[in-house]
């Protein structure tokens, strides 16, 4: 693509409409772009107040016209509410750079999915392009899972990449294609709502980390699991914001919350490892809160990750190990489905280094 204007165009999508920003946007943009969220994962200036003007009435229009940039506000179809924004950055040479927001109204909806799917398509039409770039802070799986499911590929991390408010972080980096074929790359799908009627799981939610704490720094949820000692609100934030998201990312670990079905309350956990996925089997394991034992909430749990895993993974066994003094853990196993096969010896180190025995459980797809 030869320098120049951009031509201007709006790009219309299933429930969107993308438009070029005018100034009657200028108050809209200002709100998306004061959100807690928006400050929390870019380098706006805080409080964002003039440089809305800024944007709208100078920045966007002059990338337009020496075609260096395209922005485009991001709007309801239907009631023209300002969702969020899309654009492309550093035009030229065959290739640009994505960003986008979406305003707290446009979120958990696949806005920003569907809009920056709308306009890489438009830059691989419209402008030619061979390679659009994309980043993020590390830690921001939000906008990495937007990525992801547009059909970006992860590439790596570029260290203190990125200038926040006068602090360097790392950044996420990957890019798509004009060649790819825009499917989604993520290792894993979203995590699913999964329920009998009496319990529900969920993905986990930073509000999940104090019930967390209480479940894992109890007695006997430290005897049979290799939880830090004791256990503090620090170590659940840790493992619901950062580990939990990074194992689904990375397809090592499929982690999910067991609610009440009813109420909402944080009965347990459930999660399905899956390092060695590739070879068909995962592993299950879970906890049950102290408020919520003796309800049968880990075997129906058990039960519906399991089914998940079997089904919608393509697994063909899951694993069940329980120690050989776990009776209660056992008797998840059998109110869950899952066939014992024997004593697995020395299967696990305890968290003194010790050697385990444990019984061992399996379901397979034809059972």
Sequence with gaps: MQPG????????CASLMLRPLSPYDEDAVLEARNDPEVRRWTGVPVPFTRDAHRLVCETAPAGWRDGTSAGFGVFDATTA????????????????????????????????????????????GALGLERIGWQCMVGNWTSRAVAQKVGFTVEGVARRAYDQRGTRVDDWFGSLLATDPMTDTRALPSPPVLTDGV????????????DCARTCDDPLTARWLPVPTPYTLDDAVSYVSSYIPGAWADGTAAELAVTDAETGELLGAMGLKLGNRRFGYGEIGYWTAPWARGRGVAGRGAALSTHWGLEV???????????????????????????????????????????????????VRDD
Excluded: M
Excluded at 5 to 12: A, E, G, H, K, N
């Design 5 to 12: 204007p951009l031509p201007q165009t709006d790009i219309t």
């Design 81 to 124: 509410q300002l969702l969020g924004l899309v654009w492309l950055h550093r035009i030229g040479g065959g290739e640009a750079t994505v960003a986008y927001l979406t305003t707290p109204t446009g979120r958990g909806r696949g806005v920003a999915t569907e809009a920056v799917s709308a306009l890489c398509r438009w830059g691989f």
């Design 199 to 210: 319990v529900t799981l969920r993905g986990w939610s930073p509000a999940d980390a104090a």
């Design 313 to 363: 993974l393509g697994l063909c066994r899951v694993e069940l190990l329980a120690e050989v003094d776990n009776l209660a853990s056992q008797r998840v196993a059998d109110k869950a489905g899952f066939v014992r096969e024997g004593v697995a010896r020395a299967a696990r180190l305890d968290r003194d280094g010790g050697a385990q025995d444990f019984v061992l459980f399996s379901r």
